[in-house]
């Protein structure tokens, strides 16, 4: 199984025209804060941007050896979990390492939902979803060593590509997180190859069988895109899963490969 993370347009309560985007390079910048109103005076530490965003804004408070972790922590305190938002959940998927929204616990309920809100640049157009390669991720360890190793960095699953797809599939296709995916066949003229119909079952039937599912995902190749043409007012397509092999099926992860449960 595998997922799609392509530029999309979106009406997402959360999300709309979400990138995934390589984290090439990285900097650290001194920061200060201002933690007199809790008795704490200033606080000087560093502060992690890539590409003018800060990915993490107090790199010696900020909980990132923890699952979700919370990069953006408090400005008046320093203390992670004194204010909502600002989570992530760290995961590797083939030779990358992403940061994805805590799905998880904001599916948990309302306060949780609200509680562990990503980072604003997973919901910005010109953002979104961080990648890190290998190399890079490791060579970012060595300044900040409170990241997890990449051994200990768990696989994404399917239930979580599953969100993911959701979470950034154009013009809301598949319904809002965190209602259950549902594919907007409504939305969709035709498809390149095969019944659209037919397709348009396959990828809901999809959904649905690993909606919960916590197998981790491997990467395939040989691989033909399920290709929707979408009724829109810009004209665009959307390829949110592939078949490899013997018509097995597996998510499309946009520029870093296709990903599917081995049997």
């Known amino acids: 199984m595998q997922f799609l993370l392509k530029k999309f347009l979106s009406n997402n309560k959360f999300c709309s025209n979400i990138n995934m985007w390589y ?11 201002d933690y007199t109103s809790s008795s704490l005076g200033m606080f000087a530490t560093k502060a992690l941007h890539s590409n003018g965003v800060c990915l993490v804004n107090n790199i010696d408070r900020a909980g990132v050896d923890e699952d979700p972790s919370q990069v953006l922590v408090c400005d008046c305190c320093g ?18 390492v992403v940061w994805i929204p805590a799905f998880t616990k904001m599916l948990e309920g ?12 997973l919901t910005e157009t010109k ?3 961080p990648v890190f390669e290998w190399a890079t991720f490791d060579s970012l360890r060595k300044t900040l060593d409170t990241l997890p190793t990449i051994e200990s960095i768990p696989s994404l699953m399917a239930c979580e590509a599953v969100r993911v797809l959701q979470w950034c599939a154009p013009f809301s296709m598949l319904g809002k997180f965190p209602d259950p995916p549902q594919l907007r ?45 979408l009724d829109v007012p810009k004209y665009t397509s959307w390829s949110p899963l592939v078949r490899y092999n013997d018509g097995r099926l597996a998510f499309n992860l946009d520029t870093i490969g296709a990903y599917a449960n081995q049997p």
């Open 127 to 129: 953002y979104g979803i």
């Open 79 to 96: 203390f992670p979990g004194c204010e909502s938002g600002g989570y992530i959940s760290i995961r590797r998927v083939g030779n990358y």
């Open 23 to 33: 984290v090439e390079s990285y900097e650290l910048r001194d920061v200060t804060f």
């Open 185 to 229: 066949a409504d939305a969709i003229l035709a498809v390149t190859d095969g019944d659209l119909a037919r397709e348009c079952d396959v990828v809901q039937r999809h959904l649905n069988e690993n909606a919960n599912s916590t197998f981790e995902l491997e990467p395939v190749s040989t691989i033909a895109p399920i290709e929707f043409h």
């Open 110 to 121: 309302a306060w949780k939902s609200s509680q562990y809100t990503p980072p604003g640049y």
